[in-house]
Every structure is written in C-alpha cells, then in structure tokens.
C-alpha cells in the first residue's frame, strides 16, 4: 500500500518514470492490437462496401478541395515572404514554421471519461512529452505520455489542460481550460470590461512556448456578465473535430531553420507584444 | 485439508485470465456503451480472490493494478493502491461469500468495485485530475450484472473432486 502511494507521488510529481512507461507501452502494444482487431477488420468490411459511383463523389470532392489549398498555398508563400521582410524591418525574430507529421489514432479506451487519445507515433518516431497536436481544424491537444510506438494525448478539453490563446481580432491573451465535456473549454480570469464577443476566434498566442502561434483553438460561445462575480463568465467550442479525427498531426515547432537573432532584437519584440495586454493573470 | 495445492487452477489460466480481461477493459466502446462497460480486471480478480483465496489476494491485485495502469496510461500506481485494497478485502469475506446466492454475491462485487472506484477517484482528487463524472458510477453497475457471466467463464470445465 505504502508502495502505490509513494509510486503515485513519484509519477504524478516527478519525470523519474518516463523510462518504465516506455517500457510497459512496448510491452502492452501487442495487446493493443489484439484489441484493434474487431475495429479494424469492421473499417475493412466498410472500405469493401463503398460502391464505385460513392468513390468517384469523394475523389471529385478531394480534388476540388485540393484545387483551392493549393491556390491559396501560393497566396501564402508570398504573404509569408512580405511577413519576414516586415518583421526583419521591426527587428523582430521571425517566427519558425512547423513540421507535421502524420499520426493515427488507436482505437482503445483509455481512462474511461477523461479527455485522451492514444496515437500510433511514439518515441522511435521522435515523439516528446508536451509535443501540440492538431488536426486539420485546429488545435486538439498535447503528449502526455510516451512509448516507443504509442503515445498517450490528452485533449484541450480533459480537465486541467491549458492553452494560452489570444482573440484573433484584437491580439487580447487569455487562456482556455478544459473542463471535461468534449463540446465546451472555459476561459476564466477576464475583466468585466474585456472586449470580447460571442463568435470571437481564439488563435494560441504562442505564450509558453508549448504551442505554437497562430493556430485557431475555439470561437467564443457564450459571454455571461454576472454582478456579482469579479470576472466574465466565457464558454468557448473546440475548433478541432476531438470526437471524430481519424487522423491527428504532431507538430514540432520551429523545427524548420531560421536566420538566428540578436538576443535584444527578441526582447524588443517581447515588450510590443506585451504592451496591448494590460490586465491577463499570469500564464 | 481437501482443497490442498493439487485443486490449483494452472497458473497460467489465472494470468491468462487477467490479460483477456485487460484487453476487455480497453475494448473501444462508443460514448454511451461505455457507460456500461464493467471493470472486467476487478470482476475476474474478485473471482480469483473468491474461489482461490490462499493464492490470489491484494498481492496479486496490486499487480493486476500496475497492469492496468500500464494499459490506461494513467498516473502509474493509482489502479494498483485500488486494486490492492478490492483484493484485500475480497480475500477477507470470500469464504462467506463463496456460499452465497449468486445476487448476494453480485451486490458484494458492487460495493467492491464501487470501493475501488471511489479510490481511485479520490487519488485523482489529489493529482488535481479531478473526474467525478456521474457515469463513472456506472461501472460498478455494469460490473455487478457481469458477474454471473464472469463466474460461468472461468469455472472449471471439468471440476476436480472437492472443487466448486
């Protein structure tokens, strides 16, 4: 008994047991698939059953929709070109971009009712602990845990999860928590004054360091003002598709080199975006 | 004494056992079947704890335990202070419950796993994961209608003589 309970502080307060998680995730992954087996053999019965006029429909539709990407891909490359030009101007470190990578999702039950996925990338694949992980929506969540083939993710919905954002229409920070229903992040700690609507788009603001900027999060569902309360009650939706994503990216950010700054260059660029954010608690 | 070690169950059917009930235990189950989805690790160790109790008791749980903190990810030792607890006790009234009506014997396997349930809600209170969803509660339900089926798998196809 004494065991568990020293086990359980160990693991919960320290990252001593990383290497023994590695180790029992490579052990349970033959059970895993063991347990893959009915789900995967009802998608084969599916992917049999779809007629060919239903094949030729999606092809149209993933054409199209490749079409449009790619057209805006070009818009992107020259925006991201007068972007660097801009921010070399105002001396600000350029911001990196990321390389993804693709990851499915294991179809198992972890614990039952938290927020969590289980993905099929894991340490052989350079997968690290607090890793953002998005899908093609927005952001879904972080690494929790890893194992050489598997890694445990837990949602921005599971309880305790934080993702520092900001409103995309006025650059105000704010933070989204989950709270453990997969339809609904809570975003405490706002003024009664904030400027902040239903609609709003919250974008991660790249505090922290964890996720990387830019990346849509939630739009604003309800702003309750309630006298008596010091601060703005403010329910926000999940952009990502958390229940229905197949597949997931794993993002490692800033990963693609960049021209290297001055360090007070970065400082300069800290202060202008600190100043339009007077009254945010800390992260 | 008539049950000596001879009446043993081969060990390999015990630890089999729990591994099948693992893979049960993560068993992808829609959002609303979840609900229902018992802890088949505590049913078919309270089984063991029942009808074997010279053998398998809060030792064999705390392992049954790390093995399901190892399948769910979870915080490591958090199944196993559940698991040790529920078997432990189950060790303690099996000789009692062995006589017992078979529904008798379901409400007991309830208030067990609601016990172990209730831990490891508690720990998660501590770790500041808190999940006190209502469906959770559901397990210890779904559990208790489990049993009979538990206790028609792992009965010995061909019992020994002094063997129930």
Not at chain 1, 137 to 146: D, F, I, L, R, Y
Request: neutral net charge; charged residues 15%; proline residues 6%.
């Amino acid at each position: 008994m004494l065991v568990s309970v020293i086990l359980i502080n160990i693991d919960a307060h320290t990252n001593t047991l990383s290497p023994v998680r590695a180790l029992s995730g490579l052990l349970i992954t033959p059970l895993q698939q063991l347990v893959l087996i009915p789900s995967q053999f009802a998608q084969w019965v599916a992917g049999r059953a779809i007629s060919t006029p239903e094949l030729r429909d999606q092809l149209t539709q993933v054409k199209n929709a490749n079409l449009q990407l790619r057209v805006r891909q070009q818009q992107i490359s020259s925006l991201q070109a007068e972007n660097q030009r801009l921010r070399q101007l105002l001396s600000a470190s350029p911001r990196g971009l990321n390389r993804v990578m693709l990851a499915e999702l294991v179809d198992v039950s972890l614990e039952p009712y938290s927020q969590s996925l289980l993905v099929n990338k894991g340490l052989s694949q350079e997968v690290f602990l607090g890793q953002p992980v998005l899908d093609a929506q927005g952001v879904m969540g972080q690494v929790v845990q890893t194992s050489y083939y598997r890694s445990a993710v837990a949602l921005i919905t599971d309880p305790g999860q934080t993702v520092p954002v900001m409103i995309e229409r006025n650059g105000f920070r704010a933070f989204s928590v989950g709270i453990g229903q997969s339809d609904q992040l809570d975003v405490p700690y706002l003024n009664r004054n904030t400027d902040i609507r239903k609609g709003d788009l919250l974008i991660t603001s790249g505090m922290g360091g964890r996720f990387p900027y830019g990346y849509p999060v939630a739009t604003i569902r309800t702003v309750t003002v309630d006298v008596n309360e010091p601060f703005l009650r403010v329910i926000a939706e999940p952009i990502a598709k958390l229940n229905y994503s197949r597949e997931v990216l794993l993002a490692w950010p800033g990963d693609i080199p960049e021209p290297i700054d001055t360090p007070d260059a970065i400082v300069v660029s800290e202060k202008q975006t600190s100043g339009d954010t007077p009254n945010v608690a800390g992260q | 004494m008539l049950l000596g070690s001879s009446n043993y169950r081969p060990l390999w059917i015990v630890v089999g056992s729990f591994l099948i009930a693992g893979c049960l235990n993560i068993l992808p189950m829609g959002i609303m079947a979840g609900y229902f989805q018992p802890d088949w690790v505590a049913l078919v160790l309270i089984y063991w704890c029942f009808w074997e109790p010279e053998r398998i008791g809060a030792g064999a749980g705390w392992c049954a335990g790390i093995f399901l903190d190892m399948l769910d990810y979870g915080t490591f030792g958090k199944h196993a202070l559940a698991k040790l607890v529920c078997g432990f006790l189950a060790n303690r009234i099996s000789l009692r419950l062995r006589s017992y009506p078979v529904w008798q014997q379901s409400a007991a396997v309830g208030v067990l796993i609601a016990i172990d349930t209730l831990i490891v809600a508690t720990v998660q209170l501590f770790l500041d994961e808190p999940n006190l969803s209502i469906g959770r509660w559901c397990t210890p339900l779904a559990s208790m209608v489990m049993w009979p089926v538990v206790l028609i798998m792992l009965k010995p196809a061909f019992p020994r003589h002094g063997f129930r």
